[in-house]
C-alpha cells in the first residue's frame, strides 16, 4: 500500500539505482555500446532492476577485459565504483587495437538493490553454476548447523541459544572449519545460508546469455570478478578460483607474478584467504566450462573488510530479517546500513586502497592483452 511505501525506512545512499544511473552516464560519455538484460522483479521503493552490459571498443574484438561486479549483491557498491571510475578512465583514451572492454554491471541486480549478499531466491550466486542435470553436492554437515541459522528471533533467548550453539562448534572445531562447512554450500534448506539452490537463477542464466553473447567470439580474455567481504581489512586480493588448473593459467601467472593467488577448490580444501575454498558452483569455473573455445583467464578481486566472525553475524541479522522481520522498518534499516558497512566501508582510506589496486591490476592486463597467445 501507498502508505507503507511513504514511510519506508530502506536506506536510500548509496542505492541500487543511483549506482545503474552511474554506470550508464559513465558507459555512455566513454562511448559504450549498451544492452540491457531486464530482470522480473522490483527494487525496495518500486525501481525497475537489470543487468547492464557496456561494451568500449569495437564489440567484434578477438581480445577482451571483462569486468562483473555484483556476484554478491551488497558487494556490488564496490564493483559498480569500480566499473564506472574504469569507464571515466578508459573513455579518455584509445584502446589497443583488436581490444574491448565488456563491463558486466550487477549481474545479481535484486540482491544489490535490496542490499543482500543473495538474490531473490535466496541463492548465494557462486554456489549456483553446477550441472543441475547430475548429483548435486551433499552437504550433510551443513545439515547438524541448520538450526542455528533458522532461528526465529534477532535477539532473545532462541537467539542466545543458536549463538551458544555455534559458539560450541567453533570451540569444538576452529572458526576455518565449521565456516567451510557452513560456506560450502548447500542445496538442501533453502531457508539456509549459503543456499546453492536447486536450479539455474536468474543471474546464472542471464550471465550464460551474456557470455554467448558479448564474449563467446573472442580468442583470449581476462574476467574480473569484483567481490569484498574476505581477507584483511583494506587488503585486496588477486585471485584465480577454479576446480583444476586451466588452459591459460600460465599465462595468469606470468601477467601478475606473486600478486597472483592460485586457488583450486575442492572438498577437503582450506584456505588462508578468507575466500570459501571447499565451494563448489563457483561463477569462475563456469565461465571456463561455458566457453571452452575461448583462452579464459578467470580472475577475482577480493577486497578485504571485516574479521570473518564479525561479517558473519551480519549475515546472519539480514538473513533473519528477509525470513521473520520488517524489511522496511526501523531494526530492517540499522541491519541493511550495518550489513552494507561490512561489504562497503564507508572509510574513505579503504576506499582509497581499493580503487588504487583495482587500476593497477586492470593497467596490466589491458597491457598484456594484445601480446597473449590465442
Known amino acids: 500500500p501507498q502508505e507503507a511505501a511513504m514511510q519506508s525506512e530502506f536506506p536510500t545512499q548509496p542505492s541500487y539505482r543511483s549506482q545503474r544511473e552511474q554506470f550508464l552516464a559513465a558507459a555512455t560519455a566513454a562511448g559504450a555500446t549498451l544492452t540491457e538484460y531486464p530482470h522480473p522483479l522490483k527494487g525496495p521503493s518500486g525501481e525497475a532492476l537489470g543487468t547492464d552490459v557496456a561494451v568500449l571498443g569495437d564489440p567484434g574484438a578477438k581480445r577482451l577485459l571483462i569486468a562483473l561486479s555484483g556476484t554478491h549483491g551488497v558487494e556490488g557498491f564496490y564493483g559498480s565504483g569500480c566499473q564506472i571510475k574504469w569507464l571515466q578512465e578508459l573513455g579518455k583514451r584509445t584502446l589497443p587495437a583488436d581490444v574491448a572492454v565488456v563491463m558486466i554491471h550487477a549481474i545479481n541486480p535484486w540482491g544489490m538493490a535490496w542490499l543482500r549478499r543473495v538474490n531473490e531466491d535466496n541463492i548465494d550466486l557462486n ?9 548435486l553436492p551433499d552437504n550433510l554437515a551443513y545439515d547438524a548447523l541448520h538450526e542455528i541459522y533458522a532461528c526465529t ?4 533467548p532462541e537467539r542466545d541459544r543458536a549463538d551458544a550453539l555455534l559458539d560450541e562448534q567453533i570451540r569444538l572445531h576452529g572458526w576455518p572449519a565449521v565456516m567451510s ?3 560450502g554450500g548447500q542445496h538442501a534448506h533453502a531457508d539456509g545460508l549459503f543456499y546453492g539452490g536447486v536450479a539455474p537463477s536468474w543471474s546464472n542464466r542471464t550471465l550464460q546469455q551474456i557470455m554467448q553473447m558479448h564474449v563467446a567470439h573472442a580468442d583470449v580474455a581476462l574476467c574480473f570478478d569484483l567481490h569484498t567481504g574476505a581477507g584483511e581489512y583494506g587488503h585486496p586480493m588477486l585471485l584465480t578460483i577454479t576446480q583444476a588448473p586451466y588452459p ?14 592460485t586457488l583450486h577448490t575442492g572438498a577437503d580444501t582450506l584456505s588462508e584467504t578468507g575466500v570459501a575454498a571447499t565451494a563448489t558452483g563457483y561463477t569462475s569455473q563456469a565461465l571456463i566450462e561455458a566457453l571452452p573455445q575461448v583462452r579464459l583467464m578467470p580472475f577475482v578481486i577480493e577486497c578485504g573488510t571485516y574479521p570473518g566472525p564479525e561479517v558473519h553475524r551480519h549475515l546472519r541479522d539480514d538473513h533473519w530479517l528477509h525470513l521473520h522481520g520488517v524489511v522496511h522498518d526501523g531494526v530492517g534499516r540499522e541491519i541493511k546500513l550495518s550489513l552494507l558497512e561490512q561489504f562497503y566501508p564507508a572509510d574513505s582510506d579503504w576506499q582509497a586502497m581499493v580503487w588504487l589496486r583495482r587500476g593497477q591490476i586492470g593497467e596490466r592486463g589491458l597491457t598484456a592483452l594484445p601480446t597473449l597467445r590465442a
Open 181 to 183: 562447512i557452513v560456506e
Open 127 to 135: 554456489r549456483n553454476h553446477l550441472d543441475f542435470n547430475g548429483a
Open 248 to 261: 591459460a593459467l600460465a599465462d595468469a601467472q606470468a601477467i601478475y607474478g606473486p600478486w597472483l593467488y
Open 153 to 156: 528471533q534477532l535477539r532473545g
